[in-house]
């Protein structure tokens, strides 16, 4: 059989806490298991993944992530959410937590861009339903273009499931 899905990724972190507090206040993700301080097993709203994430605590005088700017290295993980809305709602609140660093149009995804805490960068998608991909949506993907959340709304409805027929079998 062949791969079908990501079950998890690993981080290695300064502090565990901090970490652990942010993906579940921000993010919603909640605490599977842990290891004393050492690591945390978290999942993610609506996951069926025993966990989705582990976080592996490595010290306070870890230095930032040099990949992508001096060596190579996973430039970020990217979560899907079911609506317009619920990205809207996560935009609110990564920008609360100062997490926020972009939006963006790519056509068929429409991306928020975060860090957390160690200044590791993920993203948060939605992804235009495969019934309503047009010339528009698919030319757009040949440029990285602002998210315009409101015009997006407008356009697809705040509740229409994302990734159906895409990421989502259909129905």
Do not use: C
Not at 4 to 21: G, I, K, M, P, T
Not at 31 to 37: A, D, P, Q, S
Not at 144 to 149: E, F, M, S
């Amino acid at each position: 059989m062949p791969i079908f899905r990501l079950n998890h990724a690993v981080l290695y972190v300064r502090d565990l806490e901090r970490s652990v507090a942010f993906y579940r206040d921000v993010l919603g993700f909640e605490t599977v298991m842990t290891m004393g301080g050492a690591a945390a097993f978290i999942q993610a709203p609506g996951s069926t993944n025993d966990h989705d994430l582990g976080l592996f605590q490595i010290g306070a005088g870890a230095g930032p992530s040099e990949a992508g700017r001096r060596t190579v290295g996973l430039y970020h993980l990217a979560w899907e959410v079911d609506t317009l809305a619920e990205l809207e709602r996560l935009a609110a609140a990564l920008a609360d937590a100062g997490a926020l660093v972009g939006a963006s149009d790519h056509g068929t995804t429409k991306s928020l861009y975060a860090k957390d805490p160690d200044g590791l960068e993920f993203e948060v998608a939605w992804v235009v339903p495969a019934d309503l991909l047009d010339d528009q949506a698919l030319a757009a993907r040949e440029r990285i273009g602002p998210l315009d959340l409101a015009a997006e709304r407008e356009r697809y409805g705040a509740d229409t499931p994302g990734g159906i027929g895409i990421s989502v079998p259909a129905p």
